[in-house]
Nanobody, 126 residues
Framework: QVQLVESGGGLVQAGGSLRLSCAASRRTFSSYAMGWFRQAPGKEREFVAAISWRGSTTHYADSVKGRFTISRDNAKNTVYLQMNTLKPEDTAVYYC???????????????????WGQGTQVTVSS
């Protein structure tokens, strides 16, 4: 079992920045690929970014490419999402997620992930 706890959400003006953190409980955190997803009111949960277990491979949704950066610190059992140039359409609850992998894989599909955090609210005002 892996417990994930997100933090760092809040209210920010358009054009501003936030950094989300996701702390994992498991010592074998480095064996897990990690992802960030978001869900706006009335919409389905959507992929934002993913990172391989070693951190060497990343993937982003087109809507955030060039503005968001995913990274991880396996020594701290933490994954980050740096969000710059935020837009009102980025407003959502942001979730981190994990799945165990022995390879270099990353995934943009919600069904691949086995563990989810409780989410953190990000609100971007215009």
């Amino acid at each position: 079992q892996v417990q994930l706890v997100e933090s760092g959400g809040g209210l920010v003006q358009a054009g501003g920045s936030l950094r989300l953190s996701c702390a994992a409980s498991r010592r074998t955190f480095s064996s897990y690929a990690m992802g960030w997803f978001r869900q706006a009111p009335g919409k389905e949960r959507e992929f934002v970014a993913a990172i391989s277990w070693r951190g060497s491979t990343t993937h982003y949704a087109d809507s955030v490419k060039g503005r968001f950066t995913i990274s991880r610190d396996n020594a701290k059992n933490t994954v980050y999402l740096q969000m710059n140039t935020l837009k009102p359409e980025d407003t959502a609850v942001y979730y981190c997620a994990a799945y165990r992998t022995s390879g270099w894989s990353i995934s943009s599909s919600t069904s691949t992930y086995d563990y989810w955090g409780q989410g953190t609210q990000v609100t971007v005002s215009s």
